[in-house]
């Protein structure tokens, strides 16, 4: 219908000899779908021209309602960058002069003084460019319609959402209805989604890898609203009112020169409130994403365990291809393969409950030391401790970003963050790449549980595999006369599984108690080193907005620096909880199923427990430690800064960041914990066991 219109009112205009073009919106505007025509330029008004007063006269030829002239750009209350030629400046294909239907573009009756019925003149150039679009009664702006159904006009017609606190239809729904709550069938574009990599919210790729559909106001994933969740929708929304959904630097540019670093663009309380409703939207489901990936990954596994117990029932098969070899002793050859196979079936299976029983644990405990977890609640609470820091730019940067955040993939809030950067400074690429840099660590954090659960399987072949070679080898060494029993062989196999499980359940202690210090610790970690690096991440968009000659490969080098500190400290903490686990599990495996003392291992015992606690404490000591320092850093170097300029940057952007990593490698070793850590990994179990049997 509005398209329709547009070309009935260029129809006029030529038939009329009129030479006006459709207005279009400017790049602060968001812009059209389609790009912009070139204008002819204007003719400038008359000298006397008055600006419009009110509603109820007409407006002058020229003259939008601000009282400044229209000719050849935008005056900046209607996104134009060019307007009409003078004498239709609104496009209807009559003179704006005649006081009737002249300048009526909003298509509803009124003359232009009072088109969009905010009381201002519309006048030349009033963005309606084709009427009404929406029928809210307002002036639509170039092209304008109501694209997501919500009665207000989309600013770009484009069918996607306002732009201004309607978050029902800014993430581009297709084939929907254009709100939040996705029919089967519709899909939704992942505003996070920076490099452009995630497949569309609910689109088949994304049902395969989460398993379920999204609904944004179902927190707790279980495929219904409450009333409670309803009303924090509501809650949500009203936090948000008026609030900018896309990042600019427009109003970092409007700032005084001598206050471009101490004007906070959102009071505190508000800044805190988005955090804390954004958090509450975002980590619960997270979590519960990363539970049901690793379930799945759980049921994968158990699907393997148990096709490889149905080999056993190629041992049934024994009989032909050991017939010729033992004639005679075809009896005795299809008995022993039956033991052998339902032996076999048991104990793999068996094993196997074994092993999931010990990866359940390691699930359950999970989210206690889970990096992807820790890294995004980290996000979220720095936000809200240092909110007096990040308010400076919390209008412009932070409150977007948030807003950005669905909770649809694991996708991480600070890699975001970063990728916004480049939109304040747009040349900026270096915010991009870093994005990307974390992006990819956040994917080696998550293959983390995976790949335990694969050293897990490796260790369970291994302890499995002499018990499955004496159960293949027991049909033929029936047959060959040897003193075998189907019996033993049966009873030694599943006294093997109930010593795996007396093993395990002495581990799962250890691991319990090491779970919950190194889960602790890392809690504590992560957000004085996320702390450091959104601050310093603040200052690089500061530093390259309003400073002169900035330098980007100094920012890589500074972000750089506060990633891999933050990586070294998880590596730290991870490290040293699997490879005491590991060792621990080992060890009463030597006792349950060699039947080596636990006191052979005294050393482990003595030392492996000190090591493991102070490789875990030591990550914790250095950050309060490298706290400090950066304050007193930061404190010398930005003390009472206002003006961009007047910043030693160099000192700020390499001192802190070289600190936290020379500073945690030196003090890492001269502290012994990295001898910890290699006494935990170097110990070795088997090596005990060989000294007990030659004795």
């Known amino acids: 219908m509005r398209r329709s219109l547009h070309v009935l009112i260029l129809a006029l205009t030529l038939m009329l000899g009129g ?17 912009a025509e070139p204008e002819p330029a204007a003719e400038p008004p008359p000298a006397d021209d008055p600006p419009d007063q009110g509603g109820d006269e007409p407006a002058a030829a020229g003259d939008d309602g601000d009282g400044e002239p229209a000719a050849g750009a935008a005056d900046g209350d209607d996104g134009d960058k060019a307007e009409p030629a003078a004498g239709d400046a609104d496009g209807d294909g009559t003179p704006d002069g005649e006081p009737a239907a002249a300048g009526d573009a909003d298509g509803d009756g009124a003359a232009a003084g009072a088109g969009d019925g905010d009381g201002a003149g519309d006048g030349a150039g009033d963005g309606d460019g084709a009427g009404d679009g929406d029928g809210d009664g307002a002036g639509d702006g170039a092209g304008d319609g109501d694209g997501d159904g919500d009665g207000a006009g989309d600013g770009a017609g484009d069918g996607a959402g306002d732009g201004a606190g309607d978050r029902d ?35 088949d790729e994304y049902l395969e890898e989460w398993g379920e559909p999204y609904n944004e106001w179902d927190l707790d994933g279980d495929g219904v609203v409450t009333p409670e969740e309803a009303g924090f929708e509501g809650e949500y929304d009203a936090a948000f009112e008026g609030m900018p959904d ?72 024994m009989p032909l291809a050991l017939g010729k070899k033992y004639p005679g002793q075809g009896g005795l050859l299809f008995k022993y393969s039956a033991i052998a196979a339902v032996t076999f079936f048991l104990t793999v299976n068996l094993f196997g409950g074994v092993l999931m ?90 293959i983390i549980p995976i790949a335990l659960l694969g050293v897990t399987m490796i260790l ?49 202690g250890f691991l319990v108690v090491i779970t919950i210090i190194a889960g602790s610790v890392l809690a504590r970690v992560v957000q004085p080193a996320l702390e450091a690096l959104i601050s310093y991440f ?11 000659g900035a330098s980007s490969g100094m920012v890589f080098v500074m972000l750089f620096s506060v990633i891999l500190f933050l990586v070294l400290n998880l590596a730290v903490i991870i490290a040293a909880m699997a490879g005491f686990t590991g060792k621990v599990q ?43 320092g950066l304050d007193t850093i930061n404190e010398k170097v930005m003390s009472g800064a206002t003006d961009a300029e007047a910043v030693s940057w160099k000192a700020m952007m390499l001192a802190g960041p070289l600190f936290l990593v020379l500073g945690f490698v030196v003090l890492l070793w001269a502290s012994r914990a990295l001898k910890a850590l290699l006494f935990i990994f170097k110990y070795k179990v088997k090596e005990k066991q060989a000294k007990v049997q030659a004795a």
């Open 538 to 548: 603040t200052l690089a968009l500061l530093y390259l907005q309003f400073v002169d």
């Open 357 to 446: 029983g010990l990866r359940s644990v390691q699930g359950a405990l999970g989210p206690l030391t889970n990096p992807q977890l820790a890294i995004a609640g980290g996000f979220f609470d720095t936000l809200d401790d240092n909110a007096e820091e990040f308010v400076v730019v919390g209008k412009e940067l932070f409150v977007p970003t948030l807003e950005q955040l669905k909770g649809a993939t694991d996708d991480q809030p600070a890699a975001v963050l970063i990728a916004n950067g480049q939109k304040i400074v747009e040349d900026a690429q270096v915010f991009l790449r870093i994005a990307r840099m974390f992006k990819r660590i956040n994917f080696i954090f998550g």
């Open 19 to 35: 030479s006006a073009a459709l207005a279009q919106d400017d790049d602060e505007g968001g812009g059209g779908d389609e790009p």
């Open 169 to 203: 239809g800014e993430e581009e729904i297709v084939g929907g209805d254009g709100d939040d709550d996705l029919e089967p069938g519709e899909t939704l574009e992942d505003p996070s989604d920076f490099d452009g990599d995630a497949p569309p919210i609910n689109s």
């Open 246 to 317: 896309t990042v600019s630097d427009d109003a970092l540019d409007a700032r005084p020169e001598d206050n471009e670093l101490g004007m906070p663009s959102i009071s505190i309380e508000q800044f805190r409130t988005i955090v804390r409703l954004v958090k509450k939207k975002v980590l619960e489901r997270l979590e519960k994403k990363i539970e049901k990936k690793t379930k799945s990954k759980m049921e994968t596994v158990s699907k393997l365990i148990f096709l490889f117990s149905l080999a056993g029932l190629l041992l049934l098969g």
């Open 586 to 628: 080992k060890i009463f495996q030597n006792r349950f199923v060699d039947k080596v003392p636990l006191a052979k291992h005294v050393r482990f015992w003595k030392w492996g427990g000190l090591a493991a606690v102070w490789a875990l404490v030591f990550p914790l000591i250095f950050v309060y430690v490298a706290r400090f």
């Open 460 to 508: 369970f072949i291994l302890a499995i595999k002499p018990t499955l070679v004496e159960i293949v080898k027991l049909p033929a060494e029936a047959a060959k006369g040897a003193q075998v029993s189907g019996g033993d062989v049966f009873r030694r196999a599943m006294g093997r599984v109930g010593n795996e499980f007396l093993a395990t359940i002495a581990s799962i």
